[in-house]
Nanobody, 129 residues
Framework: QLQLVESGGGLVQPGGSLRLSCTAS????????IAWFRQAPGKEREGVSC????????VYIDSVKGRFTITKDNAKNSVDLQMNSLKPEDTADYYC??????????????????????WGQGTQVTVSS
């Protein structure tokens, strides 16, 4: 099973930027997918963005398109989420999640939490003036 370590997050004013990083260890396959989910207080967890190791799948939810950018470093088995023009509604706990093998070729398109077997500990993002 993959182990995930997240970094980044914090407090930022509206319009500001933050960068989240997720590094996976225990990777035994050339094919993996890493996604970012978030959960705000009192709300359901939602998938935010996802990328596959091949780069063939890059997905964003509509509310972050044009503001968030997901990138990968295959040599490091890491994925970053650059978040720009942050809004108060982006405030949430952010989690990276991963899967590997054949499943990684399609999971980004559905962005369902159940498809990801490994999860990070979460990092808090607060957007407030």
């Amino acid at each position: 099973q993959l182990q995930l370590v997240e970094s980044g997050g914090g407090l930022v004013q509206p319009g500001g930027s933050l960068r989240l990083s997720c590094t996976a260890s225990g990777v035994t396959s050339d094919y993996w997918a890493i996604a970012w989910f978030r959960q705000a207080p009192g709300k359901e967890r939602e998938g935010v963005s996802c990328i596959s190791s091949t780069g063939g799948s890059i997905v964003y939810i509509d509310s972050v398109k044009g503001r968030f950018t997901i990138t990968k470093d295959n040599a490091k088995n890491s994925v970053d989420l650059q978040m720009n023009s942050l809004k108060p509604e982006d405030t949430a706990d952010y989690y990276c999640a991963a899967t590997s093998g054949d499943r990684s070729l399609y999971v980004c398109y559905s962005l369902e939490a159940a498809d990801f077997g490994s999860w990070g500990q979460g990092t808090q993002v607060t957007v407030s003036s």
